[in-house]
């Protein structure tokens, strides 16, 4: 269902089946791997092998009498895409103006005072763009703040590089 | 830029061993948590873990319970006294809990330690404590009746478990099935420490990693230095009472401060020790006083051995804060809470605006035993309850928190409930317990239990008496309670019996507000009075009345 929703060829579909194991009385739990076909004897075992390993591996012992429990049960689908292809941008020079959309009196605690900052917009700015603190850059899910002193330089991936004098 | 001395480590790589330090002892304690069985570990978080260099100082504690490291301070001393170093192998493991043998501040706080080896030397060891919940329904008269005494000795051999050992202490528990997890899940715990060591010694250099451990106890040392010197020098007193139902009256403590220059000095007096479980023997007097002392100075000094050096503490020896010798010490937790309430009230001179008022100044227990209906097997369950924290200058106290020296998480009701034949019938902030002030003091909690099968019972607490203090015109919190249902029969000393269908109410004490209740904010106050946390009467006594 979500393979076709996704667009995910046949070839490219994984689907990975683990259960969240423990002893009965712990709080947490191991994952384990599943193996795929209706659950036998044998595969119950095959699970109590692989968890008492996988607590040996990471707590160095196992609890030989303690009852195990199977608390859940995970299917995780993966589709297999091409990697993503980062493209640089143009070098489109220092001037960051274009970008600038006001400013705001901040309190600095490099001048201990409050100073008027000029207000860029993140998504706006362009490759090769530099600004010279003091300045803020407001994004979306973000705020930096450009001390005084510092400079911001736009790269050609569009990072945010910041240089402290 | 001065060059550094040849000698010092560059600060960055100081700074990058150092977080190693403190994420491996994180690390190590939520190996213990997740591996562990009993409630107190796996949900409470009952536990503490450390490094410790080979003369037995702090590198690193992990931020979990500042009590424990009374449980650390003394034991790998102690193992060095009892155990030759060149008789010691990889995968040895030292396990103890006697408070007079350098193992604890009580006897349910097991300790394990265990010598960390790099090429063919003990570089570090790794410790850590859990509280075992178990040892319930027992006397407090003196020591020997509290629990089985553990010195120092080898629960593994080389990597081999000794089996004898463990067996005795297995017998001596009531719960040993859980107890034999929890040891289990300590092991898992110092094991993780050992490896992550061993790994940043490989990574940087042994050499490099054993000076950067000295360096950031030097700092600790500078740190706390530099915050002390800026406290104004002076003598500064403080007096209180300290009560308990164990007791059944208030004792007279106090505490004499005397700053000068970089340096502090403690002085407590209290009552001789007594025949009562409420005794602190003087690691626990540390723990308590480092805590206090860090809190108010400066929280952000690293929690390492070098913050003590310039702190001196004295308490006659005899006293319930530094008792000695077969003293009982199981409920010592309560008394540790007002050895840090002292502190504080008597810092809050020097320097009013870091401190806060008085706490619920208690570790609130139950602590209840019985047959399991169900499987016929003994059951305990410990349960410590939260209460007020204290106004702070600028902000209100918590609700319902633990303070001061622990710090355990509350078990939620649905899971008490699957594993103990209890039922819990309330739980809720109560109503009015927060001091009055321009910040208002926490609020202590209601919890209510219904026995499910008979069992004994344990209550141990504080400030049932006496009240937490406000700061700086703040009013005092509300007392804690412990009310027993109609047809309990009476406790005594805070110990009795449950049966079925029976009930007990604990009431967590409040905390003190901070500042004038005239100042408090108006439309705080009336947020407060629609919510239920105060009542119309301390509405009336700020000078804002609340709009209608």
């Known amino acids: ?165 | 830029m001065s060059p550094l001395p040849a000698n010092r480590i560059d600060p960055i790589t100081a700074e990058v061993i150092g977080s190693a330090l403190s994420s491996i002892v994180e690390e190590m304690g939520e190996a213990l948590v997740r591996a562990s069985f009993s409630t107190n570990i796996k949900e409470r978080r009952d536990c503490s873990t450390a490094l410790f260099d080979t003369r037995g100082t702090t590198l690193c504690q992990a931020e979990h319970i500042p009590m424990h490291l009374g449980s650390f301070i003394g034991i790998i001393p102690e193992i060095l006294k009892r155990h030759p170093v060149e008789a010691m192998r990889p995968g040895d493991v030292f396990i103890g809990n006697d408070a007079y043998a350098g193992a604890g501040t009580h006897l349910p706080d097991i300790v394990l330690g265990e010598p960390i080896f790099v090429d063919g030397r003990i570089v570090a060891w790794a410790v850590n404590t859990a509280h075992h919940a178990d040892f319930a329904d027992r006397g407090h008269a003196h020591i020997y009746q509290e629990e089985l005494r553990i010195p120092p000795i080898r629960l593994y051999r080389a990597g081999e478990l000794q089996g004898d050992v463990q067996e005795l202490i297995l017998l001596n528990c009531q719960v040993p099935r859980e107890r034999l997890s929890d040891l289990r899940a300590q092991m898992a715990a110092n094991r993780l420490g050992v490896q992550r060591m061993q790994a940043l010694c490989a990574k940087y250099g042994t050499e490099t990693v054993l000076a950067v451990g000295d360096e950031l106890q030097d700092y600790a040392e500078r740190k706390m230095r530099a915050g002390i010197a800026a406290l104004p020098d002076g003598t500064y007193r403080f007096a209180d009472t300290y009560d308990n139902p164990e007791l059944g009256r208030a004792l007279d403590v106090s505490v004499e401060i005397t700053i000068a220059g970089s340096e502090m000095r403690l002085h407590f007096d209290s009552p001789p020790q007594v025949r009562a479980g409420i005794n602190m023997i003087y690691t626990a007097l540390l723990s308590s006083v480092y805590y206090a002392v860090k809190a108010v100075v400066d929280p952000t000094i690293l929690p390492n051995s070098g913050l003590a050096r310039p702190i001196t503490v004295t308490a006659p020896l005899g006293t319930i804060m530094n008792a000695t010798h077969p003293a009982a010490v199981n409920g010592r937790t309560s008394t540790c809470q007002r050895a840090a309430d002292l502190a504080i009230g008597a810092l809050a001179q020097a320097a009013p605006e870091r401190c806060i008022a008085a706490g619920n100044g208690s570790c609130a227990t139950a602590s209840f035993a019985g047959v399991d209906p169900r499987d016929g097997h003994l059951w305990v369950y410990l349960e410590t309850i939260g209460g007020g924290s204290g106004a702070r200058a600028c902000k209100d106290g918590l609700n319902g928190v633990h303070v001061h020296m622990t710090n355990t998480s509350n078990l939620p009701v649905e899971a008490l409930e699957v594993e103990y034949p209890l039922t819990v019938l309330r739980y809720e902030p109560a109503d009015g317990s927060g001091g009055a002030g321009r910040s208002r003091g926490g609020m202590g909690l209601r919890r209510v239990y219904r026995a499910e099968a008979e069992c004994q019972l344990r209550l141990d607490g504080s400030r049932l008496l006496t009240a937490p203090w406000g700061l700086a015109g703040g009013h005092p919190g509300g007392r804690g309670a412990f009310r027993l249902g109609d047809d309990v029969e009476p406790f005594v000393n805070g110990a009795g019996r449950l049966r079925a269908g029976e009930t007990v109410e604990i009431v967590t004490p409040g905390a003190g507000g901070y500042g004038p209740p005239a100042e408090r904010d108006p439309v705080a106050v009336e947020r407060d009075l629609a919510d239920g946390r105060i009542y119309l009467a301390t509405a009336a006594a700020t000078s804002c009345e609340p709009r209608r």
């Not at chain 1, 659950?39 to 607590?55: Q, R």
């Open chain 1, 1 to 165: 269902m979500w393979f076709a929703d996704a667009g995910i060829a046949a070839n490219a579909q994984r689907i990975g089946l683990s259960v969240d194991m423990r002893y009965a009385g712990q709080n947490y739990e191991l994952s384990v791997p599943l193996p795929l076909g209706p659950a036998t004897p044998t595969m119950i075992d095959e699970l109590g092998v692989s968890f008492a390993a996988a607590h040996q591996r990471l707590y160095g012992f196992v609890a030989e009498d303690e009852p195990m429990q199977l608390v859940t049960f995970r299917a995780e689908a993966t589709g297999m895409v091409r990697k993503a292809d980062l493209r640089q941008s143009a070098d489109a020079g220092p001037d960051a103006r274009a970008a600038a959309f006001g400013r705001r009196d901040v309190w600095l605690r490099e001048t201990g005072t409050f100073v008027s900052c000029p207000l860029y917009d993140r998504a706006r700015l362009r490759a090769g763009n530099r600004i010279n603190g003091p300045a803020i850059v407001e994004q979306m899910d973000a705020t930096t703040l450009i001390v005084p002193g510092a400079t911001a330089t736009v790269d050609p991936y569009l990072n945010l590089l910041l240089e402290l004098p």
